[in-house]
């Protein structure tokens, strides 16, 4: 069995006030498709988070809708459970109509465990699909296997539904598990929602045991947690800047008739990348081969230890998709600079002489003379207004 593993698609991200629907519109359709039928797969596993958030807007819907009526096309059977960010009753909406497709949804987690199966050349090859499911949805779907449902933890509940789909997989089957999780000892970026408080969502990676191949969403980097065969496909983008050193990838996964798993990883190269660029204004903007004109998505650490005005209008001329400046000079600056100011001292200055203090401790220079003519008409003003609120 030879399929694709892939997650965490968040169509319809808003990032830094862009809608990133277009770029994964380009991403999947003019990479992710060709590449799925140059790659001779037999299916498609999508472990969740298929939607930003829960009430996606209409056109990430109809991006999903695209892709999987040409993956159906193509004859390659689709298999996909709801995530954290999904809204598991929708996700879920016409699975039993889709499944006459070869299309095979998961959205909320029933009793009814009973894997899919696919043939290959070598036989059955079972899929459990474990859509997101937290300690309280356990509970729910079964309130009087165990009484202590309430009070279960994310590990605990994790382990108590998995052992129940192993007892029904067919014997000696080879088995794939799709899962939507944090398990123990993986590494997290920023872009994740966290699942649970102070690492209480955890799930052990020994709880999917048993299986040849434990295809996972939820984690954006692409990594192995446990055994190679426990695996994060990372996410479709980078969706923060601490994932800009990340190279985004799918998984493709070949199962022998024996159960040995043979992986792949296929890089995606979105049509804008994101990434940090670090230093002076002035090189950024004058030199080309250092910090040439990009229309990707960057954020941009100014290493001056003086604030500039306009920077980001003269900044959008050359990266006119430029997210976010940060001034990482002034604040190193700030810090070599001892902190002189404190109560006593407070007590015997006037509010203009502590502002210009603090200001010249901040930025590393003295208010000029106009400053100090606008700062003190301001705090005049200031004092006049409280005069008058007594």
Not at 180 to 197: C, I, K, N, T
Not at 275 to 293: K, M, N, T, V
């Amino acid at each position: 069995m030879r399929f694709i593993h892939t997650a965490d698609w968040h169509l319809g991200r808003y990032f830094h006030g862009v809608h990133l629907t277009e770029d994964q519109r380009q991403l999947l359709l003019g990479e992710f498709l060709p590449l799925v039928k140059e790659s001779n797969v037999e299916a498609v596993v999508i472990a969740g988070d298929i939607y930003d958030r829960g009430v996606p807007p209409v056109e990430a819907v109809d991006l999903f809708n695209e892709v999987l009526t040409k993956l159906v096309e193509q004859r390659v059977k689709v298999l996909y459970i709801a995530g954290n960010h999904d809204s598991a009753a929708r996700i879920g909406f016409g699975s039993q109509l889709f499944a006459r497709s070869g299309v095979y949804v998961r959205g909320e987690l029933t009793a009814d465990l009973a894997p899919v199966v696919l043939e290959d050349a070598y036989g059955p090859v079972a899929f459990q699909l474990f859509p997101y499911m937290d300690p309280a949805s356990v509970s729910n779907v079964f309130p009087k296997e165990d009484e202590a449902a309430p009070r279960m933890s994310y590990a605990a509940a994790h382990r108590f539904v998995i052992e129940r789909a192993r007892k029904v997989l067919p014997h000696g089957c080879r088995s794939v598990a799709v899962a939507h999780a944090f398990l123990a000892g993986g590494q997290e970026s920023d872009s994740e929602r966290p699942l649970a408080v102070g690492g209480s969502g955890n799930v052990p990676p020994a709880v999917f045991a048993g299986y040849n191949y434990t295809a996972l969403g939820h984690l954006h980097n692409p990594q192995a947690v446990g055994r190679a065969q426990v695996r994060y496909s990372g996410s479709l983008m980078k969706y923060s800047f601490n994932e800009a050193q990340t190279d985004k990838s799918v998984s493709i996964v070949e199962l022998d008739g024996a159960g040995e798993v043979q992986l792949e990883q296929v890089a995606l190269h979105p049509r804008r990348d994101v990434r940090r660029i670090r230093g002076a204004f002035a090189d950024i903007l004058q030199d080309e081969q250092a910090y040439p004109a990009s229309q990707d998505y960057l954020e941009i650490e100014l290493t001056d230890q003086r604030r500039i005005l306009g920077v980001q209008d003269q900044l959008r001329e050359k990266f006119p998709n430029f997210m976010h400046v940060s001034w990482a000079g002034l604040s190193e600056a700030a810090e070599d600079r001892p902190v002189t100011y404190h109560g006593r001292t407070a007590q015997s200055q006037s509010d203009a002489e502590l502002f210009g203090q603090f200001y010249e401790q901040m930025t590393g220079r003295a208010l000029a003379a106009e400053e100090q003519a606008v700062l003190a008409s301001c705090l005049k003003e200031i004092q006049q207004e409280a005069r008058e609120n007594r």
